[in-house]
């Protein structure tokens, strides 16, 4: 079992910036990828951000060169780092953890970016 707990959402105007941390726990030595989604009203749940134990991250087209991706393995926690928000980056943002023995969810924490 992974537990997940993301943290670092808030209101920001467009332009800013805000930097979303993702904690894990528990069997985190099976961990294969980590990743980032985000969900808007209405809208289905999309990947923002994908990467893999290797270090490879993959991002959105719509995110690329604005968000970026890293991990502290000492503090088993990953970070997403949102620069030149959007309106339409306005989201519920879900950390995940794909490993062996599942496909793990943290509770998300909502992101709102206002014009």
């Known amino acids: 079992q992974v537990q997940l707990a993301e943290s670092g959402g808030g209101l920001v105007q467009a332009g800013g910036s805000l930097r979303l941390a993702c904690a894990a726990s528990?069997?985190?030595?099976?961990?294969?990828?980590m990743n980032w989604y985000r969900q808007a009203p209405g809208k289905q749940r999309e990947l923002v951000a994908a990467?893999?134990?290797?270090?490879?991250?993959n991002y959105a087209d719509s995110v690329k060169g604005r968000f970026t991706f890293s991990r502290d393995n000492a503090k088993n926690t990953v970070y997403l780092q949102m620069n030149s928000l959007k309106p339409e980056d306005t989201a519920v943002y879900y950390c995940n953890a794909d490993s062996p023995t599942g496909f793990y969810w943290g509770q998300g924490t909502q992101v709102t970016v206002s014009s």
């Open positions: 990467s893999t134990s290797g270090g490879r991250t």
């Open positions: 528990g069997s985190i030595f099976s961990i294969n990828a």
